[in-house]
């Protein structure tokens, strides 16, 4: 496949135009006149891709310190499904192999009508060695995910240098973050609502608490919430990977309904508790941790969650002082006035622990009226 870059040709610009304006719907691209006109910043560069003379596609980047941001591909419409993608896509890694590879896509969320076909894109990347840049971006009124291929992640003030040096002042108008919270818990932040009359069954619903806070606030809100975890096994998973909060703005922590925390008394899940903390400063070092005491739990023999009360009471203790010895802001849950003995059958109506879906909206309310001031 032959590669030209665009030095103002008439027949590469009459392939690349008809293309650009067919592949990209007009709220995600400027006015066809605009896009050839930004080639005369030598920081920007478009490449035309032939088959012999047979045009393939297109791709136009901007180069800033080490990183090469790649943000308009397309394949025509005839040729698509070819791997000429890839192909594509290998040939700008191996001409800018020194540099850090960055690109967009629509934000992926089954809020969207086309859903699949945007799961469909972002495979694709993935599949060609794109990994989460942990950054989404709300561009002229759409949101975008961000990826990466590289040495290291593209944080947001380089990816507004990016659009200030290659698209000019005018652009940055239209450029915002999208904000992002990490929800990290046991099973009252994975979303169960619990069985009646039985334990040890996870009832996880779509409808959690960290769903609730992305409608209130509009932000990315991530659930690294794991049913029956401790202090000590959500460690684990930062451990392992499976949680990582770099790229946070907002960190909120509810831990200590399954136990592990007593006051005066080092315990396996205090300390991981601490290591926590450090865990969250070093991955997002400008993130805001708010810690959150478990939330009240039944006192009715007659509901499966009876039996903890004072365990939880002491886990809240445990995470007040926790906090004003580090701190730390901390939302006094357990004797929050929503959450009652009398209106247990409303919010935690299964077993007296976990809650409803107006119990998990309620919750967030709870936390978005807090955090509200630092959005």
Request: aromatic share 16%; charged share 25%.
């Amino acid at each position: 496949m032959k590669i030209i870059e665009f030095k103002n040709d008439k027949t590469i610009k009459k392939d690349v135009k008809k293309l650009f304006l067919s592949a990209f719907p007009s709220d995600e691209r400027p006015p066809a006149s605009y896009f050839f006109k930004s080639f005369d910043n030598p920081i920007n560069h478009l490449y035309a891709f032939y088959e012999e003379k047979v045009f393939v596609g297109f791709c136009s980047l901007i180069l800033y310190k080490d990183i090469c941001y790649l943000f308009f591909l397309a394949v025509t419409p005839e040729l698509r499904g070819q791997g000429y993608g890839s192909k594509i896509l290998s040939d700008i890694k191996n001409l800018y192999s020194d540099y850090v590879l960055l690109l967009c896509y629509e934000e992926v969320d089954k809020k969207y009508k086309d859903y699949e076909n945007r799961c469909k894109r972002a495979e694709f990347y993935k599949k060609n060695g794109y990994l989460d840049n942990n950054l989404k971006t709300n561009e002229f009124g759409v949101v975008f995910q961000t990826a990466y291929i590289g040495k290291h992640q593209v944080p947001f003030e380089d990816y507004q240098n990016i659009f200030r040096e290659g698209f000019g002042e005018f652009a940055m108008e239209h450029l915002k973050k999208v904000k992002t919270i990490c929800c990290i818990g046991d099973s009252l932040t994975e979303g169960d609502y619990g069985i009646y009359s039985k334990t040890g069954i996870a009832n996880v619903q779509p409808k959690n608490y960290p769903y609730f806070l992305s409608e209130l606030t509009g932000f990315t809100v991530k659930n690294f919430g794991y049913c029956g975890y401790r202090a000590s096994m959500i460690m684990d998973k930062f451990n392992e990977g499976a949680i990582n909060v770099t790229g946070a703005d907002l960190i909120i922590i509810i831990l200590g309904t399954n136990g592990g925390f007593v006051l005066d008394e080092e315990t396996e899940d205090t300390k991981a508790f601490k290591a926590m903390m450090d865990k969250c400063h070093e991955q997002a070092p400008n993130a805001r941790i708010i810690l959150g005491t478990p939330p009240h739990i039944t006192r009715n023999p007659n509901l499966v969650g009876y039996g903890h009360y004072d365990r939880v009471k002491i886990a809240g203790d445990y995470v007040k002082k926790f906090g004003e010895e580090n701190g730390l802001e901390v939302i006094d849950l357990f004797f929050d006035n929503h959450f009652r003995d009398d209106n247990e059958d409303v919010m935690q109506p299964n077993d007296g622990c976990h809650f409803s879906e107006i119990g998990y909206q309620t919750l967030a309310e709870i936390i978005y009226d807090y955090i509200k001031k630092y959005l």
